[in-house]
């Protein structure tokens, strides 16, 4: 089972980028996702959650109205557009697939595989 997270970059703030999180070794179609950020020196914390079905979306308040998670379930891939981006955006950014319970947790402890991260940098 693989997570092969992508897309992260330099960008300077106000700017735009788009994550991608590509499943293989197993169909994650039936399963909950999501994406978390870390930051040099801080805990991992969550960022934005979706559903099996990608009719569900659950946001950190800090993304809200900023950030969009998507899925195409047909490429097993998971998304995460990120607009007006801030310089505190600044992390290392992981998918992950949770097998059991809803969206509406933050809790990393809940998900069960990891991407290996993508680094984000937003210059101010």
């Known amino acids: 089972v693989q997570l092969q997270a992508s897309g992260g970059g330099l960008v300077q703030a106000g700017g735009s980028l788009g994550l991608s999180c590509a499943a293989s070794?197993?169909?994650?179609?039936?399963?909950?996702m999501g994406w978390f950020r870390q930051a040099p020196g801080k805990e991992r914390k969550f960022v934005a959650s979706?559903?099996?079905?990608?009719?569900?979306?659950y946001y950190s308040d800090s993304v809200q109205g900023r950030f969009a998670i998507s899925r195409d379930n047909t490429k097993n891939t998971l998304y995460l557009q990120m607009d007006s981006l801030k310089p505190e955006d600044t992390a290392v950014y992981y998918c992950?697939?949770?097998?059991?319970?809803?969206?509406?947790?933050?809790?990393?402890?809940?998900?069960?595989?990891w991407g290996q991260g993508t680094q984000v940098t937003v210059s101010s």
């Open positions: 992950a697939v949770k097998l059991d319970g809803s969206i509406w947790s933050r809790n990393m402890d809940e998900y069960n595989y």
């Open positions: 979706m559903n099996w079905s990608g009719t569900l979306r």
């Open positions: 070794g197993r169909t994650f179609t039936n399963y909950n």
